[in-house]
């Protein structure tokens, strides 16, 4: 595993999907085998193996203070190519860092912001999201542990994801869950359950329920390289059902 430290020219960045995101991390030692930022190596030239690696961008929070003040008000979310909560961020506390200096900015109400991640990690920083108002929103695609564990071995299981959610909402913080992507045994009815139920239990409007359907040909190859039992057919039928 190589984790190096960087320095970057700007934290928050326009986006296409919104209007801002921030990635403090290049690369995700979350590892899923799935990962739609595998790009990014090509991007910025890197040649270890996607989740083998981890870019600290360690000026990012000391950027973001002059960026607040002068970018136009929008969404901000966190993180697009990186889980702003993968392993590296125990050591680098980052993203607390980020929320920090949020917190402090005197722009901060141009902006809204969202977080999504798949580790417990993000507990750490309950009080700042509380203050801040942020979104926070979970990604999961099964409950099967097995399965988890071997296609985004370093995220958290995915039932300690949605206690997580739980924890949050209970805490007043506003959560989703985000169903992504749409795998070969993905079970979206025993997921819909489960944040309906959620729900419920707050006894608030605070459960927003996003899918993503990614078409099970897209993640078919990485996802049958570490789950071989996964047949092309079974990736067919998914298709079908989900009528993509
Ligand atoms: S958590 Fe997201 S960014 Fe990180 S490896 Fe998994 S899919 Fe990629």
Redesign the pocket.
């Known amino acids: 595993m190589k984790i190096k430290e960087v320095k970057v020219k700007t934290c928050m960045t326009k986006s296409k999907i919104t209007d801002y995101v921030i990635n403090p991390y290049v690369g995700?030692l979350?590892?899923?085998c799935?990962?739609?930022?595998v790009f990014m190596k090509r991007f910025m030239n890197i040649t270890d193996e996607?989740?083998d690696f981890c870019h600290a961008k360690i000026n990012c929070p000391e950027l973001l203070e002059e960026e607040l003040k002068k970018n136009l008000g929008g969404h901000v979310w966190l993180?697009s190519?990186?889980?702003c909560y993968?392993p590296a961020e125990k050591k680098y506390k980052l993203t607390r860092k980020i929320l920090e200096i949020i917190l402090r900015s005197p722009y901060k109400n141009k902006f809204t912001f969202e977080i999504l991640t798949?580790s417990s990690l993000v507990r750490r920083d309950f009080d700042l999201l509380k203050k801040l108002n942020i979104d926070l929103g979970m990604?999961v695609n099964t409950f099967n542990k097995k399965a988890s564990r071997i296609i985004?071995p370093y995220?958290s299981p995915p039932d300690e994801r949605v206690r997580v959610l739980e924890e949050a909402g209970r805490l007043g913080i506003k959560v989703h869950g985000f169903i992504s992507p749409v795998l070969p045994f993905t079970n979206l009815e025993e997921l819909f359950k489960k944040l309906v139920q959620m729900d419920k239990e707050l006894q608030q409007k605070v459960v927003t329920r996003k899918v993503k359907p990614a078409p099970p040909s897209k993640v078919a190859e990485p996802v049958e390289k570490r789950m071989p039992e996964i047949s092309e057919l079974e990736l067919k039928k998914k298709e079908r059902e989900f009528g993509f």
């Open positions: 995700c979350n590892s899923c799935y990962c739609y930022a996607w989740g993180s190519v990186t889980d993968n798949k990604t985004e995220a």
